[in-house]
């Protein structure tokens, strides 16, 4: 007795070899365990020992750098100079 064969679902033929889909998932805004995140923390180690410039908030315990998306880069730009975190060339 002969069984029929269902054919096979061809393959789309959009997909490129070697590509690859890579999804952008917006950034939560709300920390891992469900808190609001608090300005006055860093958003890595959770220690309160940091300081804001005009474009970041640098954490002075771990290092870390967090952007402040109203932040001016220009201001911050500045702020570099005057403190001597960069040096004129």
Aim: glycine share 6%.
């Amino acid at each position: 007795m002969k069984t029929s064969r269902k054919p096979r679902p061809a393959e789309p033929t959009s997909k490129r070899p070697g590509a690859t889909i890579v999804r952008l998932v917006p950034v939560r805004t709300a920390a891992r365990n469900g808190r609001a995140r608090d300005p006055n923390r860093c958003e890595k180690c959770d220690s309160t020992y940091i300081v804001r410039e005009p474009a970041f908030v640098h954490c002075r315990y771990c290092g870390a750098m967090h952007r402040i998306h109203d932040g001016s880069l220009l201001a911050q730009e500045e702020f570099e100079m005057r403190s001597g975190l960069r040096l004129a060339s």
